[in-house]
């Protein structure tokens, strides 16, 4: 969910652990399917992580279509995350949420796929995604314990306690989360095709366009 000026501005809260531990390839995930497909369900996993990138960098390019036709008349209000759409992610293609024209959304679905996977990286990674979410609780968790172990248990210190873990952790999310993000919960995706995009309720019963996907070797 990004742009080539996101590329660079958004990585404003994703400096920190803006670290190419490993460098997306092309042929990364058909190799590891073809040297582990003994592993039951591998290939769903493969499958979801790139569909995840997919749907952030579509969030991404219809933030930024809508903020241009904004600028364009003149608003002010513009960012980049314009929190108008939202996604969820399957293994055989994702859920949009929000008012979108299903031209346009198909526009910014293949486009989001040719970005991605032309090296802007960047876009598989969002700041509204449950993963950052995830990774907040998980710190304020461990960090709360840690000072409970640490400190006297005086109520007073530990209600400070609390507080520096909760602040703590809140400052760090952001950063781990893009982290998680980048090298865990999404990956390039080089293997997926664009199969169809139809309207239809999700398991919740609320309806949405589904961006429908089909894995190429």
Known sequence: MNTSTLNKGNDLSFDFFNLDLISPSPTQDADLLSRLSFISGLKEILILRQVHALEHATVWVLSESHSAIT??????????????????????????????NISNLRRAVNLALQRLTNGEWNLAVHPRCGTNASVAMLLTAGLAMGMHLLLPRGP??????????????????????????????????????????????????????????????
């Open 156 to 217: 007073i210190e530990q209600l400070i306690g609390l507080s520096v873990a909760t602040t703590t952790a809140t400052e760090l999310a952001p950063d781990v989360g893009a982290f998680f993000q980048r090298y865990i919960t999404t990956a390039i995706p080089f293997n997926l095709g664009i199969e169809n995009i139809t309207h239809k309720c999700d398991a919740m019963g609320r309806k949405a366009y589904f961006v429908k996907v089909k894995w190429r070797d």
């Open 71 to 100: 600028q364009k008349f003149g608003s002010n209000n513009i960012g980049i995350d314009n929190q108008l759409h939202s996604g969820l992610s399957t293994e055989e293609g994702f859920y949009l949420y929000g008012e979108v």
